[in-house]
């Protein structure tokens, strides 16, 4: 087993690889190296991945000073910014997108995240941006808030290929997983095919950053892995039941659970903690760029969970005899989350900005 290729393995359990990073560097040559050596079969964007990325090099530079020179919107530039590096992407993943039949090759543009609260205009936008980009293999990031769901059901009736993004606990999946079903369910009786990919993203490594001061020593960097389990135990409880398997019959195929937020926050952490600890068949685990080169130099997959989620799921009636509310942490973390999201597209276009008047000067 010492030539194993631990990337190689992981995919072995039946999850796929995404990365979870986009720079206009990567689409050099990098990304081709992890899609044909290291697994990788997907990728994933969001705004603080994008203003990172923008503001950390000078590869963005003369794409956006030629757009704003011709008025563009700081917005307009971002988004045609995005799309330009997702195109790419799109086309670098189309091999994988054709051999795997659709299931795998996807990349992720997320909608403005001040657009969390507001249904209407995230269908509108998420339209236009997957019309735009016309790419098959692009998936649209729709936040999974009580305000998105009606969106979520919305995109998935009218064919729209849906990333929905910043769950945090079981029942956040569950309202996300019934909105696709709810969509697929109205093509049906449409008379439409119910063949319409989608992901849900199941944001990790919060929690035991958010929960590490409230924790007893046995319970510290434990809960991010149940909360992971837990909702496993409840996708496969989903896609066994009489609803799933009636679409399923009529050639449905599942929105995949996704692991996000992978990479651990505490640096004394094994790097692939939440890698090798959600190894599960039909999922997706999306990973950070440094955690995923971590696990391919040393990870090892010792484990697959099983359908009922296992013995990791315990740490939850740990923590709540502890006193942490879990559901309360979660709509806490939600919220975090999105408010983080909307502070880095503010920075993002602050630094478009920015960059245009230095370069116009």
Known sequence: MSNTVPTAVLSMTGQSIWLDNITRAMLGGQLQKYIAEWSVVGLTSNPTIFAKAISGSRDYDAQVAELSAKGMKEEDVFFAV???DLSRACDLFAGVHARTGGVDGWCSLEVSPLLAYDATSTVEQAVALHARA???????????????????EELTFRGVPINVTLLFDTA???AAADAY??????????????????VASLFISRWDATLDA??????KNRVGLAIGAD??????ELHSSARWLALQAKGARPQRLLYASTGTKDPKLPPSLYVAGLASPITVN??????????HAEGAVTAVLPPDGGPLRAALAEAKAAGIDLAGTAAALQKQGAESF?????????????????LAS
């Open 82 to 84: 995005a799309i330009d």
């Open 134 to 152: 016309a790419k098959p293999n692009l998936f649209i990031k729709v936040p999974g808030t009580a305000a998105g769901l009606p969106a979520i």
């Open 172 to 174: 956040h999946y569950l």
């Open 181 to 198: 079903l709810r969509g697929l369910e109205r093509r049906v009786a449409a008379g439409k095919s119910p063949v319409v990919a989608g």
């Open 214 to 219: 409230k924790l007893p020593a046995n319970l």
């Open 231 to 236: 909702a496993y135990a409840a996708y496969v």
């Open 286 to 295: 999306t990973v950070p760029e440094a955690t995923l080169q971590a696990f």
């Open 342 to 358: 909307e502070k880095s597209w503010a920075d993002m276009l602050a630094d478009i900005r920015s960059k245009s008047g230095a």
